[in-house]
T-cell receptor, first 115, second 116 residues
Framework: EPEVTQTPSHQVTQMGQEVILRCVPISNHLYFYWYRQILGQKVEFLVSFYNNEISEKSEIFDDQFSVERPDGSNFTLKIRSTKLEDSAMYFC?????????????FGPGTRLTVT | AQTVTQSQPEMSVQEAETVTLSCTYDTSESNYYLFWYKQPPSRQMILVIRQEAYKQQNATENRFSVNFQKAAKSFSLKISDSQLGDTAMYFCAFMKHAGNNRKLIWGLGTSLGVNP
């Protein structure tokens, strides 16, 4: 069964450093998403991406964040200068297009620790 | 703005028993989708069940079923014949059906423990 994959599973970085979180969505999916979950808190929407552009972003998704689909298979989230409060689990999700296109399939997540 | 409320932070149930997790939401939309996701200790987010708002019939997936009350904006999850593997965090989520904006709005979650 096709699945969404994410790398790395765990990333430790120092405050102020840039990180890139990588995701490979399901191959025939056209909608892509990033969510984050701070430990013990609710899951928060960050950004959605369709047709090679951002379709919606949350207030969290400020200038420090960017997304890219560099090669038609990967979908990346970059945080330019990490802060302690960026420590969280980051989930990538994808969904297909068509009549039954609303179901989002999630990757296993990347745990980001900023020290 | 849409909101999702899960009023039970923690619940427990005995193996083989039935448990119901509650979820209410607030929206002015008429067309939307509702979901229950399961997050076990591995932290993988797994879809349990989904419901389209335009469908009156409650969704069912094996031991999992929902009680969808559109007028009351309530979407509870019933787990029958609970198994140890059902131990997880359960999240209720809302999505409005609006073009390319398909973000999920999440509740705070209910931590379910199944006891042997």
């Amino acid at each position: 069964e096709p699945e969404v994959t994410q790398t790395p599973s765990h990333q430790v970085t120092q405050m102020g450093q840039e990180v890139i979180l990588r995701c490979v969505p399901i191959s025939n999916h056209l909608y892509f998403y990033w969510y984050r979950q701070i430990l013990g808190q609710k899951v928060e929407f960050l950004v959605s991406f369709y047709n090679n552009e951002i379709s919606e972003k949350s207030e969290i998704f400020d200038d420090q964040f960017s997304v890219e689909r560099p090669d038609g298979s990967n979908f990346t989230l970059k945080i330019r200068s990490t802060k302690l409060e960026d420590s969280a689990m980051y989930f990538c999700a994808s969904s297909e297009t068509g009549q039954v296109s609303y179901e989002q399939y999630f990757g296993p997540g990347t745990r980001l620790t900023v020290t | 703005a849409q909101t999702v409320t899960q009023s039970q932070p923690e619940m427990s149930v005995q193996e083989a028993e039935t448990v119901t997790l509650s979820c209410t939401y607030d929206t002015s939309e008429s067309n939307y989708y509702l979901f229950w996701y399961k997050q076990p200790p591995s932290r993988q987010m797994i879809l349990v069940i989904r419901q389209e708002a335009y469908k009156q019939q409650n969704a069912t997936e094996n031991r999992f079923s929902v009680n969808f009350q559109k007028a009351a904006k309530s979407f509870s999850l019933k787990i029958s014949d609970s198994q140890l593997g059902d131990t997880a965090m359960y999240f209720c989520a809302f999505m409005k059906h609006a073009g390319n904006n398909r973000k999920l709005i999440w509740g705070l979650g209910t931590s379910l423990g199944v006891n042997p």
